[in-house]
């Protein structure tokens, strides 16, 4: 069921008609020029859902979109991802200082398209797509060039008379796209470090704080949408965030903190192993066992024993 006052654009023609602009050329596909997207007047929230995926290439956007509250690398162009059947939510801000006009793409493309392709397999691969609205890539003037060309590629062959090659000319052209869309986010990663880091630090102290005040006992094992919830990023962003960072994910980092702290309170307490396992969410020692060897190569006893 469709919430209140939220639009559901099921086809790209669905889109075409929200924003009043000609039919698409192509039923599956489209590329919409932003600056004749109709403008909405709504300051406060717009929400919608839709059956399509869409990447879209943004400027000057009237209002602000609230992407988070930190400062960005870049101005020329932001970047959003969004899979179909997503929650669109924007919050809009008034603006009255906006001297140049919208521009930019939106590349909308029907999951029917990629029927018969990898990709139908392989998009769900790319966890931008899964990214909220706050983690938008922002690209520099020279990255915005390279993903603008490879969209006015699209363009040209939709547009062109369809033929058996259209359907793969378009898929490696998107392949590509996504492709760099991954190095970008690669480099928007080391380019805010220190407020990745301040993410980092913040998903430590979650930890500590977690596993001091026994809070395992009572909810059990801390879970990633449990943590990115608390950090106010998307599990998806967090967990490519770390990788970046640590090498490893969200929940290969969960693990390492559990088998940090089991190792000090099997060497620093004389807890049994049961009530070790108890403490930090295994409802069954047996698990807690395997899962210590797991990640160790040794039981918590042979462990326990070797340290001493």
Same mark, same amino acid.
């Given at each position: 069921m469709t919430? *209140?006052? &939220?639009? =559901?654009?099921? &086809? *790209?023609?669905?889109l075409h008609r929200f924003n009043e602009i000609p039919s698409p050329e192509h039923p599956l596909i489209s590329l919409i020029d932003y600056s004749l997207v109709k403008q909405t007047s709504v300051t406060n929230e717009l929400k919608w859902i839709q059956s399509y995926y869409s990447i879209s290439l943004k400027r000057n956007v009237i209002g602000k979109y609230r992407y988070g509250q930190q400062s960005y690398d870049f101005d020329e162009g932001v970047m959003t991802f969004f899979s179909p059947d997503q929650l669109i939510s924007v919050q809009l801000l008034e603006s009255n200082t906006i001297t140049n006009p919208p521009s930019g793409w939106i590349l909308a493309i029907h999951p029917d398209f990629f029927f018969g392709t990898s990709l139908a397999r392989d998009i769900q691969k790319y966890p931008f797509f899964k990214y909220s609205v706050r983690e938008a890539l922002f690209l520099s003037e020279k990255e915005e060039q390279v993903i603008l060309s490879i969209l006015k590629n699209i363009e040209a062959e939709y547009q062109t008379n369809i033929d058996q090659f259209s359907q793969q000319i378009i898929m490696n052209q998107l392949v590509l796209l996504l492709s760099y869309a991954e190095r970008f986010y690669k480099?928007?990663?080391? &380019? =805010?470090? *220190?407020s990745n880091h301040k993410i980092l630090q913040k998903l430590e102290e979650y930890l500590d704080d977690y596993f001091d005040e026994n809070s395992a006992i009572n909810k059990g094992l801390p879970s990633v949408h449990e943590i990115a919830k608390y950090l106010n990023v998307s599990p998806d962003y967090l967990s490519s965030m770390l990788k970046s960072l640590t090498g490893q994910n969200t929940q290969q980092h969960i693990h390492h903190k559990l088998i940090e702290m089991a190792k000090v309170k099997l060497s620093a307490s004389e807890s049994?192993?049961?009530?070790?396992?108890?403490?930090l969410g295994f409802e069954h020692p047996q698990s807690f066992s395997k899962f210590f060897k797991s990640k160790t190569n040794q039981t918590p006893l042979e462990y326990r024993i070797s340290f001493n």
């Open positions: 919430p *209140i006052n &939220t639009v =559901r654009l099921e &086809t *790209i023609s669905d480099r928007q990663f080391l &380019t =805010r470090k *220190i049994s192993v049961s009530e070790i396992a108890y403490s």
